[in-house]
């Protein structure tokens, strides 16, 4: 059974830094990928990074320079370091698994306070 948990969120100022985990119950190469989802209130869910199974990267146009998307192999984990944070950047995160079949984590709020 595959299972997410996010973790790292909380309240920080505009300016400062976060680094969310998700912790998978498998290993990170059992998916063709892993990425980050945001969803800020009234708004749809949106894709923010992922990371392919063979380490390759990519971000959304708005958050590149200041997210960067990694992960430990070793512990089944994926990191997204947010620098740079801003007020539009709150948001729950997601962490998503994906191999056919898409898994998702419960998510974890992020306020950027200005």
């Known amino acids: 059974q595959v299972q997410l948990v996010e973790s790292g969120g909380g309240l920080v100022q505009a300016g400062g830094s976060l680094r969310l985990s998700c912790v998978v119950s498998?290993?990170?190469?059992?998916?063709?990928?892993m990425g980050w989802y945001r969803q800020a209130p009234g708004k749809q869910r949106e894709w923010v990074a992922q990371?392919?199974?063979?380490?390759?990267?990519t971000h959304v146009d708005s958050v590149k320079g200041r997210f960067a998307i990694s992960r430990d192999t070793a512990k089944n984990t994926v990191y997204l370091q947010m620098n740079g944070l801003r007020s539009d950047d709150t948001a729950v995160y997601y962490c998503?698994?994906?191999?056919?079949?898409?898994?998702w984590g419960r998510g974890t709020q992020v306020t950027v306070s200005s």
């Open positions: 998503n698994a994906d191999r056919g079949n898409s898994y």
């Open positions: 498998m290993s990170v190469f059992n998916f063709n990928s």
């Open positions: 990371i392919s199974r063979n380490g390759a990267t």
